[in-house]
């Protein structure tokens, strides 16, 4: 079953969050979606609004376009810090991710 199949079926909206604690700064999410994460100054890795903004809080979370939902679960699924989590919008529960059931 592909990425699509199992957690974007009927359209079901997904957001994704970085633990900057955990991450490495090792940069394989901003190589596999740069339009959803990018490294800053500080060598860290954050997401990004749809408009492009970087987004600093902690726990900051912008949606996951499913078009590139493979590349942000394969982001997740090779980080080496575990930092990148992938949750359903409705009910927060974690899909992709070191916390997902």
Do not use: N
Request: charged share 25%; aromatic share 4%.
């Amino acid at each position: 079953m592909g990425v699509q199949q199992e957690a974007g079926a009927g359209g079901e909206a997904l957001e994704v969050w970085i633990d900057q604690d955990l991450c490495t700064g090792d940069g394989i999410c901003a190589q596999y979606a740069p339009e959803v994460f990018e490294l800053d100054i500080d060598g860290l890795a954050y997401v990004k609004s749809p408009q492009d903004e970087l987004l600093q809080d902690k726990g900051a979370t912008t949606p996951v376009p499913l078009p590139l939902l493979t590349d942000v679960v394969d982001s997740a699924r090779e980080c080496p810090g575990d930092c990148i989590h992938v949750r359903r919008v409705s009910d927060r529960v974690e899909v992709y991710g070191p916390d997902a059931e």
